[in-house]
């Protein structure tokens, strides 16, 4: 019986234009009522209700989750975070400067970011900060990096993909020293501390909660999703997702613009 689940966001629970439908917000709230724990699992930070604009009722549905790919886990209203160490962060800062054009982002303790380049005002709020909690790189100090996102121009309407040479760079850069993901079709990669990902996320929750494995349903459909997907046996892709992604999970729904979770929910785990 299935008593917690966990759900990835862009891609998976919200369709291409980043809403979650009514349709499926009605299978959540019917899954809720039956008792399901519902958490988020996903790469964005925990600033939901700014990045997504999502009321109070929306974001009751949930009852924690794991953000930046693991880096932050939030639970009975308890926030722990798990940073990376100074020196990958400094030695991937170098690197990344080298290249004019390349943009990174730190995302900090307390959802502070640190940019390259100053953001404009009309990505706010979809980075889900204030002018306030924007940092230049020598306005950090002493506080610790949860994720590096390394991109080209801003990321949210970016259509330039990193390249394979600077792709291999980075890539051997964080080799036995931090969890690496290229993700967004390419065009980011997504750099945490060498233990981090959703699983191991969930795997604190799911033991908090004293629920066993074949208790836990998860969803996703990008590559910082497999390790989740290939855990669990109610593990559901979407149809969205590429071969690789959708080979690593139990069942594939339909896509995230076809309600692909409250058809998985209803008629492949048949729940409600």
Not at 1 to 19: C, E, H, K, V, Y
Not at 184 to 196: A, F, H, N, R, S
Request: hydrophobic content about 40%; charged content about 25%; some cysteine.
């Amino acid at each position: 019986m299935i008593r917690a689940m966990f759900f990835d966001l862009d891609g998976t629970l919200l369709n291409s234009d980043r809403i979650i439908t009514q349709q499926t917000i009605l299978t959540l709230e019917r899954c809720k009522e039956s008792g399901i724990g519902l958490f988020i699992a996903t790469a964005r930070p925990p600033l939901l209700e700014r990045m997504l604009s999502w009321d109070e009722n929306t974001m009751s549905l949930f009852d924690g989750g794991v953000y930046y790919n693991g880096g932050c886990i939030i639970i009975n209203e308890q926030k722990d975070y798990l940073f990376m160490s100074d020196e990958i962060v400094q030695k991937t800062i170098e690197y990344v400067f080298k290249d004019d054009n390349l943009n990174i982002t730190l995302q900090l303790e307390g959802e502070k970011h640190a940019l390259r380049f100053p953001l404009e005002d009309k990505y706010f709020k979809s980075w889900g900060v204030s002018a306030e909690s924007v940092l230049s790189f020598n306005q950090i100090g002493n506080l610790k990096t949860v994720k590096i996102l390394i991109f080209y121009d801003n990321l949210i309407d970016s259509v330039k993909p990193l390249n394979d040479e600077l792709i291999a760079c980075l890539k051997a850069l964080c080799y036995d020293t931090a969890q690496f993901y290229l993700t967004d079709k390419g065009k980011c990669v997504q750099i945490m501390g060498e233990t981090v990902n959703k699983l191991q996320g969930i795997e604190k929750i799911r033991k908090c909660l004293g629920l066993q494995k074949d208790e836990i349903a998860v969803f996703g459909d990008d590559v910082n999703d497999i390790e989740m997907l290939s855990e669990y046996k109610y593990s559901v892709a979407m149809g969205n997702a590429e071969c690789h992604v959708k080979d690593a999970a139990g069942f594939v729904t339909s896509d995230n613009d076809s309600d692909g979770i409250h058809h998985a929910i209803c008629s492949i785990l048949r729940l409600i």
